[in-house]
């Protein structure tokens, strides 16, 4: 069983709606929640990080945490082609330092 | 203020060569974290080391991976004899401390021929 777990894709939306991107992890020691994006090519780019249950929003990206579903997930309202991307969800466990264990991530393209 | 650098960004070795990948974190970052990723694959940790230290490495393969990060230079990742399955992109990461979050390189894209 993987560690990280995501719905590989693609996710493809249309230019202005919602995109839901979904990942669950398996350790219920884990502290620490990241969304990265990642661009053909390029490294990793971290935009949303949560640390305990509940909603967090930064601009037009909500992070989503259920420690007791172990379930972790991104929106991204009004969808822009630029948001056309691989986005990758990982968790770190406490005791490891900032270690961070991905899963495999989900592409997504944004129709215009 | 420059970030995370590493070097070569591209680097194409014959199967039984020698690679080696090297990372200078930001400056005052004495934490340093390496990824592999394979293509159409997630990052997977390899190693983590502090300056002369190597902290954890549980996700190093067990033969011709090595890594270091001395007192003074960057962290190097070695690669003895390379062969086609290593062909990945390698990132780097540095953190000023253990708990923080850590910022990641452009990355070294390795090509086995």
Redo the contacts between chains.
Sequence with gaps: QKE?E?NSGPLSVPEGAIASLNCTYSDRGSQSF?WYRQYS??????IM?IYSNGDKEDGRFTAQLNKASQYVSLLIRDSQPSDSATY?C?VTA?A??????????TRVLVKP | NAGVMQNPRHLVRRRGQEARLRCSPMKGHSHVYWYRQLPEEGLKFMVYLQKENIIDESGMPKERFSAEFPKEGPSILRIQQVVRGDSAAYFCASSPEQRLLSLFGPGTRLLVL
């Design positions: 990280v995501q990241f090519g390029k490294s990793p780019e971290l990080s990758l990982a406490g490891a330092g900032n270690k961070l264990t991905f899963g495999g991530g």
